[in-house]
């Protein structure tokens, strides 16, 4: 009976808090561009000085990851984002072609739901919040059943922030009792006009089936190509950093490296020096066992961890100074279960003779659960380089850097985002970095420039 109860007071919260949300956006959509960016400046703020706070929490509740790194993702979804939003105009004319005659008008979508994953639970919540705001939309947080505390606290600092700034009350809310009910019951609520998903394969699935205009993201299957012209030392270390950050937590992160041949000795040996620990073929095999579960997704058990927390799950030894576990694999494919998507601190390993064998590679693994997202590349050619993001199924290219933090934005100048779209062939819609743009709606007013007349003649109408 218990079990019932709950489920029947989810579903309320979620009518409570639609209606709510509603009754506020309809508010909000009266305040100016100035009001509007006061209240996201300061709900920014406030989530940036709780950044580390939030990050404990988050890593307290969930088990997963680094708490400095997840202050890092924080920080870069507080007030990195807001640097990026705060000059955008999403109120009254946004912009005017005087030489097309057309102005366009900012115009929110509405009451937005924003399902947000265990891995990076905070930081998605501030990113989500900052960009349905700054379009004058509500956001309804639906939090992850294992994050739902460290979330629900993140958008009450940010709500209480946005209120003290002059926001409405109920504009943004965070639901506290999550239940697959409830999640139903938000995705088709007659009050929600958009939904953000961002997390596991059956909740984007869900969104996308929901009858309401989603955004959902897949997951990443993120190769990472070295080639011979790359300077190897910096790969080494670069692609070690970005794969032990937060314990690979960011689905954006590399999950397999493709080294070319005539440098693979060297960027295995340099990436020892950085704490790389490469497991022989009985040892790989044993951490095939545990990461996945037996229909292929990640085991949440292993989702988030250090090598060395790993290694005693599979009755293997690791040095304690390992910072990745690095697994030779000889295919593609389910018989090659450590060539799978893995939100943890292991790598896939393969050598190719050349940049096309290289390709190849990568293409399959990209076929292998990551169409459409993310790929990475340490080259100094500008052809090869020009050649991948030509032939890849992948929407992000990210060169000479951090696959983890490049492909959202942080160490290039892609959109900050914490929600990466993969196009079509991931599933989805939008191909690029989700930002405020894709949350609002734009009117355009659209000036006569031309005349037809029945004899197919054509005319300037008068300006």
Not at 145 to 166: D, F, I, L, Q, Y
Not at 239 to 258: G, L, N, P, R, Y
Not at 359 to 372: A, H, N, P, T, V
Not at 376 to 381: L, N, P
């Amino acid at each position: 009976m218990s079990e019932f109860d709950t489920d029947l007071r989810s579903i309320q919260e979620v009518r409570n808090l639609a209606v709510a949300a509603r009754q506020a956006q309809r508010e909000f959509f009266h305040f100016s561009q100035e009001q509007v960016d006061q209240i996201c400046a300061a709900m920014a703020d406030a989530a940036y000085r709780e950044a580390a706070r939030l990050a404990q929490m988050a890593t307290d509740e969930t088990t997963y990851g680094v708490p400095a790194h997840k202050r890092v993702k924080n920080e870069f979804a507080s007030k990195f984002l807001w640097d990026s939003l705060k000059d955008v105009k999403t109120v009254g004319v946004i912009r005017r072609d005087d030489a097309q005659r057309i102005i366009e008008i900012g115009w929110p979508v509405g009451v937005l739901a924003g399902f947000t994953p265990s891995t990076n639970p905070t930081s998605t919540a501030m990113f989500k919040v900052l960009i349905a705001v700054k379009a004058r939309n509500a956001m309804i947080i639906s939090p992850h059943p294992s994050a739902v505390k460290c979330t629900s606290e993140t958008v009450r600092v940010m709500a209480e922030a946005g209120e003290r700034a002059g926001m409405p009350r109920n504009l943004i809310a965070c639901l506290t009792t999550v239940t697959m009910p409830a999640l139903n019951e938000l995705m088709k609520h007659w009050a929600v006009s958009m939904l953000i998903a961002t997390g596991g394969e059956a909740v984007v699935r869900a969104a996308h089936s929901s009858g309401k205009p989603a955004i959902g993201v897949g997951p990443g299957n993120v190769p990472v190509y070295v080639d011979r012209s790359a300077d190897v030392m910096q790969a080494a270390e670069l692609i070690v950093k970005s794969k032990s950050f937060d314990w690979s937590t960011i689905c954006a992160s590399e999950q397999a490296i493709v080294a070319d041949s005539p440098i693979a000795a060297q960027l295995q040996s340099e990436m020892e020096k950085h704490g790389a620990y490469f497991m022989d073929e009985a040892q790989a095999a044993a951490m095939g066992k545990i990461l996945h579960t037996a229909n292929g997704l990640p085991n949440p058990k292993a989702v988030g961890k250090a090598p060395q927390v790993l290694a005693q799950m599979a009755g293997i030894t690791v040095p304690a100074t390992a910072r990745v576990l690095v697994a030779k694999l000889k295919g593609v494919g389910p018989d090659y279960p450590l060539s799978r998507e893995k939100l943890t601190s292991v790598l896939g390993w393969y050598v190719a003779d050349g940049w096309e064998k290289g390709c190849e590679r990568c293409i399959e693994l990209l076929k292998f659960g990551g169409d459409g997202h993310t790929l990475s590349i340490h080259c100094r050619d500008e052809n090869v380089i020009m050649a991948f993001g030509l032939e890849k199924p992948a929407f992000r290219i990210v060169v000479n850097t951090m696959a983890t933090l490049g492909a959202v934005g942080f160490t290039t100048n892609l959109s900050p985002s914490m929600t990466l779209a993969t196009g079509g062939i991931g599933g989805g819609v939008f191909s690029e970095n989700i930002h405020v743009k894709h949350v609002l709606n734009i009117k355009r007013i659209a000036y006569g420039v031309r005349d037809w007349n029945p004899d197919g003649s054509e005319r300037s109408p008068q300006r």
